[in-house]
């Protein structure tokens, strides 16, 4: 195949050297509410992959970057710990003919970690792109949880805005008894 960024051939769909140039990570934690959010990217530098969501080749770049990233730094996290821990990705809904959350998530291989699939779906698929943070109040996504409860988990997301949605994920899984460890996304979009 050949690589998104510059064209030439490649063995996956980001090749070596636009991996290492451009793929770089800057981890960065914020606070939303009560939750902790580790994002492993600046969204705008890496903006020009994040766009391809629902184009032919989205469903190769979110499986490369969540093979390459989230997986290992989920992996990393839960080996220093005994207990075991849920993975659940939010709103693994089917778009474009994949679930970009899923592949996030999929990639995970720790023994301790339990990765569920479209436990946490939303009932409202408003699209919040380029909305405002009174928009996204007030059309919440109404999440519905169906997996265990009162485990502890790791919530996955791609991209962090303004932190509605994660917060709106994290209050449904509390009526669950489940407790978010901290959240993970590809991309923190906050300029
Ligand atoms: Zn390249």
Redesign the pocket.
Known sequence: MR??????L?FSI??????KRLLVPTVTKRKVGTLEVVSLFKYKNIETFLLTKHTPVGFRIYKYLGKKFVAPFVDNFIQNIEEEISVVAIDEKVNSGYSHTALLSHFVTDNNALVSHAKLLAKNSVNYAGKSLSFRLENPRNFSYTGKPNIQVILIDDIITTGVTLQEAQMELMRHGVEVIFALTLADARE
């Open positions: 690589c998104l960024s510059c064209h030439k490649s980001i090749c070596q050297s636009c991996d």
